[in-house]
């Protein structure tokens, strides 16, 4: 199979979670740690992402976090294309920061 930038995938979970009491921070925290197992990386302490090989794979990264939504809070799920992420513009202050390279694709036969 080629691999090519519209086949791949990348996932953003956004969230905003209460934090109000004991019981909906450990549940805020929970919801973040699951991500983290699930290959999700920080982008921002709200916005996690995740690259995903093909649609069918983030097919079943969704499916894992409806299973994880904690009971408040909002969650939203946006894929998008490898090539839509390639025009990302990042910036810390006023300086452009260079986007991270995209996991390496191990292929097997």
Not at 28 to 56: I, P, W
Not at 89 to 97: A, D, M, S, Y
Request: net charge positive; glycine share 6%.
């Amino acid at each position: 199979m080629e691999l090519n930038g519209y086949r791949i995938m990348w996932l953003f979970v956004f969230f905003d979670l209460p934090t109000d009491t004991k019981k909906d921070r450990k549940n805020a925290q929970h919801f973040r740690k699951n991500l983290l197992k699930d290959g999700f990386t920080m982008m921002q302490f709200s916005v996690y992402v995740r690259h995903c090989a093909s649609g069918e794979s983030a097919d079943v990264h969704e499916k894992r976090i409806n299973k994880l939504l904690p009971p408040l809070g909002k969650v939203s799920i946006l894929r998008i294309t490898d090539k839509q992420f390639g025009n990302i513009l990042n910036f810390w202050g006023k300086f452009e920061v260079p986007k991270e390279p995209p996991p390496q694709q191990l292929e097997l036969f």
